[in-house]
């Protein structure tokens, strides 16, 4: 118990936070009630063995989503990595440690939280997603998260940001505010990769987290 609130204060240390609000005793999301039928299965079926783009020719695995289909939060990246690439599942690598922490750090478990991204195939050399690539998996994001009915997405990085808000805006301008998104609000803030290119953006970061936090908490979403 104290190793665990020692490693959260360290990793709160390491995120440059300075003041502590009131922790949320013994917070869990609330269970299962809060959106429509999974059918999660369905729409990985309904994706199938795709070739419906050209990264499929260079994809080890499809990278479809991992996590609870009932989340009240969740994340969109930007496209699997090489571990991700190689082990079929999202945020694995460094990032998706890092993306990991940064979950615990608003008392929720990686597996309460559903984790997709923009591209389901992992570009070459991690290039950026091409706008053709975007539009033809674009469509398996918004049934996920149609799916899934989550309160919050916090799209993580420029390029779920600008895909799933339709802007060219920057990240830098659009982070950190809520902005209804169907039924749900959404969050940009920045990439856990770039994080670890750019340590001191960790504050702003953590800033975010803690409005996703309040606002789950508002909407009854920690019980
Ligand atoms: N970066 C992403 O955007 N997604 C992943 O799944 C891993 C790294
Ligand atoms: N550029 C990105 O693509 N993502 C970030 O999070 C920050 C800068």
Redesign the pocket.
């Known amino acids: 118990m104290f190793k665990e609130i020692e490693q959260q204060l360290s990793f709160y240390l390491e995120l440059g936070v300075t003041h502590l609000n009131v922790p949320l005793q013994g917070a869990a999301p609330c269970a299962g009630t809060c959106g429509p039928a999974a059918t999660l299965e369905e729409i990985r079926h309904e994706l199938g063995d795709c070739s419906r783009c050209k990264l499929c020719h260079t994809r080890t695995h499809i990278v479809f989503g991992e996590g609870n289909p009932k989340a009240e939060l969740m994340f969109v990246g930007e496209a699997p990595g090489a571990d991700e690439d190689a082990q079929g599942l999202p945020f694995v690598g460094r990032a998706g440690q890092l993306l990991t922490r940064i979950i615990e750090a608003i008392d929720l478990k990686r597996e309460q939280v559903y984790i997709a991204n923009v591209l389901k195939c992992r570009p070459p050399n991690n290039r950026d997603p091409a706008p053709d690539e975007i539009e033809m998996c674009r469509p398996f994001l918004l049934k996920q998260i149609e799916s899934i009915g989550p309160k919050i997405i916090v799209a ?4 779920a940001a600008q895909t799933l808000l339709g802007t060219p805006r920057p ?1 830098s301008s659009l982070r950190g505010k809520f902005t209804p998104f169907g039924n749900q609000l959404l969050l940009p803030t ?2 856990p990769s ?1 994080l670890l290119r750019n340590p001191s953006a960790k504050r702003e970061v953590w800033e975010d987290m803690k409005k996703v936090r309040d606002k789950l908490k508002e909407l009854g979403c920690y019980s």
């Open positions: 993580l990085g420029k390029h990240i920045f990439h770039y």
